[in-house]
Protein backbone atom coordinates (compact mmCIF):
# COMPACT_ATOMS: atom_id res chain seq x y z
CA UNK A 1 0.00 0.00 0.00
CA UNK A 2 1.21 3.55 -0.32
CA UNK A 3 1.93 5.68 1.85
CA UNK A 4 0.49 9.47 1.82
CA UNK A 5 2.31 12.26 4.16
CA UNK A 6 -0.27 14.45 5.23
CA UNK A 7 1.18 17.06 3.36
CA UNK A 8 0.85 15.36 0.12
CA UNK A 9 -2.46 14.55 0.54
CA UNK A 10 -3.43 18.60 0.97
CA UNK A 11 -1.82 18.98 -1.67
CA UNK A 12 -3.54 16.22 -4.07
CA UNK A 13 -6.84 17.53 -2.17
CA UNK A 14 -6.33 20.73 -3.07
CA UNK A 15 -5.40 20.91 -6.24
CA UNK A 16 -8.07 18.54 -7.88
CA UNK A 17 -10.28 20.99 -5.90
CA UNK A 18 -9.40 23.65 -7.57
CA UNK A 19 -9.28 22.47 -10.69
CA UNK A 20 -11.27 23.38 -13.82
CA UNK A 21 -11.80 19.60 -15.15
CA UNK A 22 -13.10 20.67 -18.47
CA UNK A 23 -9.95 23.19 -19.14
CA UNK A 24 -7.47 21.05 -18.06
CA UNK A 25 -8.24 17.89 -19.34
CA UNK A 26 -8.55 18.85 -22.50
CA UNK A 27 -5.49 20.97 -22.74
CA UNK A 28 -3.42 17.84 -20.98
CA UNK A 29 -4.68 15.41 -23.65
CA UNK A 30 -4.56 17.94 -26.24
CA UNK A 31 -0.83 18.69 -25.19
CA UNK A 32 0.29 14.49 -25.19
CA UNK A 33 -1.23 14.39 -29.01
CA UNK A 34 0.70 17.39 -29.83
CA UNK A 35 4.15 16.65 -27.92
CA UNK A 36 4.00 12.90 -28.27
CA UNK A 37 1.81 13.02 -31.96
CA UNK A 38 2.72 8.99 -32.25
CA UNK A 39 0.01 9.17 -29.33
CA UNK A 40 -2.45 9.94 -31.97
CA UNK A 41 -2.99 6.48 -32.91
CA UNK A 42 -5.63 5.67 -30.35
CA UNK A 43 -7.43 8.05 -31.82
CA UNK A 44 -7.92 7.14 -36.04
CA UNK A 45 -11.43 8.11 -34.98
CA UNK A 46 -11.32 11.46 -33.50
CA UNK A 47 -11.68 13.59 -36.94
CA UNK A 48 -8.89 16.36 -37.80
CA UNK A 49 -5.61 15.44 -35.43
CA UNK A 50 -3.78 17.50 -38.17
CA UNK A 51 -1.63 20.04 -36.76
CA UNK A 52 -1.51 21.72 -33.17
CA UNK A 53 -4.41 24.17 -34.16
CA UNK A 54 -6.99 20.98 -34.92
CA UNK A 55 -6.11 18.81 -32.09
CA UNK A 56 -6.47 22.35 -29.71
CA UNK A 57 -9.57 23.02 -31.03
CA UNK A 58 -11.02 19.31 -32.14
CA UNK A 59 -14.29 18.82 -29.77
CA UNK A 60 -13.96 14.77 -29.67
CA UNK A 61 -10.50 15.79 -27.93
CA UNK A 62 -11.93 18.27 -25.67
CA UNK A 63 -14.43 15.77 -24.56
CA UNK A 64 -12.28 12.76 -23.83
CA UNK A 65 -10.07 15.06 -21.88
CA UNK A 66 -12.24 16.02 -19.25
CA UNK A 67 -13.14 12.39 -19.39
CA UNK A 68 -9.81 11.31 -18.18
CA UNK A 69 -9.71 13.87 -15.58
CA UNK A 70 -12.95 12.55 -14.20
CA UNK A 71 -11.84 9.20 -14.24
CA UNK A 72 -8.53 11.03 -12.07
CA UNK A 73 -11.22 11.74 -9.86
CA UNK A 74 -12.10 8.33 -8.49
CA UNK A 75 -8.13 8.05 -7.18
CA UNK A 76 -8.09 11.44 -5.34
CA UNK A 77 -11.14 10.11 -3.69
CA UNK A 78 -9.79 6.53 -3.12
CA UNK A 79 -5.51 7.70 -2.22
CA UNK A 80 -5.67 4.08 0.09
CA UNK A 81 -6.51 1.90 -2.59
CA UNK A 82 -5.58 3.55 -6.43
CA UNK A 83 -4.87 -0.17 -7.24
CA UNK A 84 -8.05 -1.84 -7.02
CA UNK A 85 -9.94 1.64 -8.08
CA UNK A 86 -8.45 1.00 -11.42
CA UNK A 87 -7.91 -2.85 -11.73
CA UNK A 88 -11.14 -2.54 -14.24
CA UNK A 89 -9.29 0.20 -16.51
CA UNK A 90 -6.28 -1.38 -16.56
CA UNK A 91 -8.12 -4.36 -17.84
CA UNK A 92 -10.10 -2.00 -20.31
CA UNK A 93 -6.99 0.02 -21.04
CA UNK A 94 -5.17 -3.70 -21.92
CA UNK A 95 -7.54 -5.66 -23.05
CA UNK A 96 -10.14 -3.86 -24.73
CA UNK A 97 -7.96 -0.44 -26.03
CA UNK A 98 -4.68 -2.17 -26.17
CA UNK A 99 -2.78 0.78 -24.87
CA UNK A 100 0.66 0.80 -24.47
CA UNK A 101 1.28 1.94 -20.52
CA UNK A 102 4.03 3.81 -22.06
CA UNK A 103 1.72 6.39 -22.78
CA UNK A 104 0.07 6.50 -19.79
CA UNK A 105 3.22 8.22 -18.22
CA UNK A 106 3.16 10.40 -21.55
CA UNK A 107 0.08 11.88 -20.93
CA UNK A 108 1.05 12.18 -16.87
CA UNK A 109 4.08 14.62 -17.43
CA UNK A 110 1.73 16.82 -20.21
CA UNK A 111 -0.62 16.79 -16.83
CA UNK A 112 1.76 18.01 -14.30
CA UNK A 113 3.30 20.69 -17.36
CA UNK A 114 -0.61 21.98 -17.48
CA UNK A 115 -0.63 22.34 -13.76
CA UNK A 116 2.25 23.93 -13.72
CA UNK A 117 1.23 26.50 -16.11
CA UNK A 118 -1.99 26.98 -14.55
CA UNK A 119 -0.38 27.53 -10.61
CA UNK A 120 2.64 29.30 -11.22
CA UNK A 121 4.58 30.02 -8.36
CA UNK A 122 2.49 27.63 -6.18
CA UNK A 123 3.36 24.45 -8.05
CA UNK A 124 6.47 24.75 -6.20
CA UNK A 125 9.22 21.66 -5.88
CA UNK A 126 7.35 20.05 -2.89
CA UNK A 127 4.05 20.70 -4.35
CA UNK A 128 5.63 19.20 -8.18
CA UNK A 129 6.99 15.88 -6.19
CA UNK A 130 3.35 15.23 -4.57
CA UNK A 131 1.87 15.67 -7.43
CA UNK A 132 4.15 13.45 -9.48
CA UNK A 133 4.05 10.78 -7.25
CA UNK A 134 0.46 10.66 -7.10
CA UNK A 135 0.47 10.28 -11.01
CA UNK A 136 3.01 7.84 -10.54
CA UNK A 137 0.62 5.44 -8.54
CA UNK A 138 -1.92 6.23 -11.25
CA UNK A 139 0.01 5.10 -13.63
CA UNK A 140 1.60 1.98 -12.05
CA UNK A 141 -2.10 1.10 -10.98
CA UNK A 142 -3.29 1.56 -14.59
CA UNK A 143 -0.70 -1.03 -15.98
CA UNK A 144 -1.32 -3.37 -13.20
CA UNK A 145 -3.47 -5.84 -15.05
CA UNK A 146 -1.82 -5.90 -18.55
CA UNK A 147 -0.39 -9.49 -19.09
CA UNK B 1 13.46 16.98 -35.97
CA UNK B 2 13.13 20.53 -35.73
CA UNK B 3 11.38 22.71 -37.88
CA UNK B 4 13.35 26.05 -38.76
CA UNK B 5 9.80 27.88 -36.86
CA UNK B 6 10.47 25.58 -34.01
CA UNK B 7 14.38 26.26 -33.84
CA UNK B 8 13.48 30.07 -34.31
CA UNK B 9 11.13 30.13 -30.98
CA UNK B 10 13.72 27.97 -29.15
CA UNK B 11 16.32 30.83 -29.58
CA UNK B 12 13.94 33.38 -28.82
CA UNK B 13 12.82 31.77 -25.39
CA UNK B 14 16.26 31.21 -24.71
CA UNK B 15 17.23 34.26 -25.63
CA UNK B 16 14.68 36.26 -23.24
CA UNK B 17 15.39 33.99 -20.43
CA UNK B 18 19.30 34.15 -20.20
CA UNK B 19 18.70 37.75 -18.18
CA UNK B 20 17.56 35.22 -15.44
CA UNK B 21 19.10 32.11 -16.19
CA UNK B 22 20.30 31.94 -12.27
CA UNK B 23 16.67 31.63 -11.39
CA UNK B 24 15.90 29.70 -13.60
CA UNK B 25 18.19 27.27 -13.51
CA UNK B 26 17.92 26.73 -9.77
CA UNK B 27 14.91 26.61 -9.57
CA UNK B 28 15.10 23.31 -12.14
CA UNK B 29 17.53 21.86 -10.30
CA UNK B 30 15.44 21.97 -6.97
CA UNK B 31 12.49 20.38 -8.92
CA UNK B 32 14.65 17.54 -9.91
CA UNK B 33 16.09 17.34 -6.31
CA UNK B 34 13.02 17.30 -4.95
CA UNK B 35 11.37 14.81 -7.55
CA UNK B 36 14.24 12.44 -7.87
CA UNK B 37 16.18 12.14 -4.90
CA UNK B 38 18.73 9.70 -6.35
CA UNK B 39 19.64 13.54 -8.23
CA UNK B 40 21.36 14.52 -5.16
CA UNK B 41 23.94 12.49 -4.86
CA UNK B 42 26.02 13.97 -7.28
CA UNK B 43 26.27 17.08 -5.22
CA UNK B 44 27.09 15.60 -1.96
CA UNK B 45 29.98 18.69 -2.54
CA UNK B 46 27.96 21.28 -3.04
CA UNK B 47 25.14 23.16 -1.46
CA UNK B 48 22.24 22.54 -2.75
CA UNK B 49 20.19 24.25 -0.34
CA UNK B 50 17.42 26.97 -1.87
CA UNK B 51 19.03 30.03 -2.64
CA UNK B 52 22.55 28.64 -1.62
CA UNK B 53 24.66 31.02 -4.06
CA UNK B 54 26.33 27.44 -4.90
CA UNK B 55 22.96 26.44 -6.64
CA UNK B 56 22.31 29.29 -8.09
CA UNK B 57 25.76 29.55 -9.94
CA UNK B 58 25.59 26.15 -11.20
CA UNK B 59 22.13 26.43 -12.19
CA UNK B 60 23.05 29.78 -14.12
CA UNK B 61 25.76 27.83 -15.61
CA UNK B 62 23.66 25.11 -17.05
CA UNK B 63 21.18 27.55 -18.21
CA UNK B 64 23.93 29.42 -20.58
CA UNK B 65 25.21 25.74 -21.95
CA UNK B 66 21.43 25.08 -22.80
CA UNK B 67 20.96 28.55 -23.94
CA UNK B 68 24.81 28.99 -26.15
CA UNK B 69 23.34 25.55 -28.08
CA UNK B 70 20.06 27.37 -29.17
CA UNK B 71 21.59 30.11 -30.97
CA UNK B 72 23.00 27.11 -33.96
CA UNK B 73 21.09 23.94 -33.14
CA UNK B 74 22.80 22.71 -36.05
CA UNK B 75 26.19 22.75 -34.54
CA UNK B 76 25.35 21.22 -31.11
CA UNK B 77 28.15 18.35 -31.40
CA UNK B 78 30.94 21.37 -31.96
CA UNK B 79 29.14 24.21 -28.93
CA UNK B 80 29.21 20.80 -26.47
CA UNK B 81 32.65 19.22 -27.38
CA UNK B 82 34.22 20.42 -24.58
CA UNK B 83 30.75 19.40 -22.34
CA UNK B 84 30.76 16.26 -23.46
CA UNK B 85 34.11 15.29 -22.80
CA UNK B 86 33.49 16.49 -19.19
CA UNK B 87 30.04 14.75 -18.42
CA UNK B 88 31.64 11.71 -19.66
CA UNK B 89 34.96 11.46 -18.32
CA UNK B 90 35.15 13.17 -15.07
CA UNK B 91 31.19 13.78 -13.84
CA UNK B 92 29.90 10.81 -15.25
CA UNK B 93 26.10 11.53 -14.71
CA UNK B 94 23.69 8.28 -15.19
CA UNK B 95 22.13 10.16 -18.34
CA UNK B 96 18.57 9.31 -16.87
CA UNK B 97 19.23 11.74 -14.71
CA UNK B 98 19.39 14.07 -17.98
CA UNK B 99 16.00 13.08 -18.64
CA UNK B 100 14.89 13.88 -14.97
CA UNK B 101 16.67 17.34 -15.59
CA UNK B 102 15.07 17.88 -18.65
CA UNK B 103 10.92 17.32 -17.85
CA UNK B 104 12.01 19.74 -14.68
CA UNK B 105 13.51 22.39 -17.00
CA UNK B 106 9.84 21.82 -18.78
CA UNK B 107 7.67 22.55 -15.35
CA UNK B 108 9.62 25.38 -14.66
CA UNK B 109 9.67 26.57 -18.02
CA UNK B 110 5.75 26.80 -17.46
CA UNK B 111 5.59 27.94 -14.39
CA UNK B 112 7.21 31.20 -15.31
CA UNK B 113 5.93 30.97 -18.73
CA UNK B 114 1.97 30.32 -18.01
CA UNK B 115 -0.12 30.57 -21.00
CA UNK B 116 2.77 31.71 -22.95
CA UNK B 117 4.37 27.58 -22.83
CA UNK B 118 1.83 26.60 -25.67
CA UNK B 119 1.55 23.10 -26.58
CA UNK B 120 4.22 23.91 -29.53
CA UNK B 121 6.28 25.40 -27.48
CA UNK B 122 6.19 22.63 -25.36
CA UNK B 123 7.00 20.32 -27.92
CA UNK B 124 9.69 22.33 -29.96
CA UNK B 125 11.43 22.47 -25.66
CA UNK B 126 11.10 19.05 -25.46
CA UNK B 127 12.76 17.98 -28.77
CA UNK B 128 16.00 20.21 -28.20
CA UNK B 129 16.35 19.29 -24.32
CA UNK B 130 15.88 15.85 -25.98
CA UNK B 131 18.49 16.57 -28.46
CA UNK B 132 20.24 18.40 -26.36
CA UNK B 133 20.81 15.85 -23.87
CA UNK B 134 21.73 12.89 -25.88
CA UNK B 135 24.61 15.22 -27.53
CA UNK B 136 25.86 15.70 -23.78
CA UNK B 137 25.70 11.85 -23.15
CA UNK B 138 27.69 10.85 -26.57
CA UNK B 139 31.27 10.41 -25.53
CA UNK B 140 30.00 7.87 -22.46
CA UNK B 141 30.62 5.51 -24.67
Known amino acids: MVEWTDFERATIVDIFSKMQYEVVGPAALARCLIVYPWTQRYFGNFGNLYNAAAISGNPMVAKHGTTILHGLDRAVKNMDDIKSTYAELSVLHSEKLHVDPDNFKLLSDCLTIVVAAQLGKEFTGKVQAAFQKFLAVVVSSLGRQYH | ?141
Open chain 2, 1 to 141: MLSTREKELIAEIWGRLTPVAEDIGAEALLRMFATEPGSKTYFSHLDISPSSAHLRSHGKKIVLAIAEGAKDISQLAVTLGPLQTLHAYQLRIDPTNFKFFSHCMLVTLAAHMRNDFTPVAHAAMDKYLSAFAAVLAEKFR
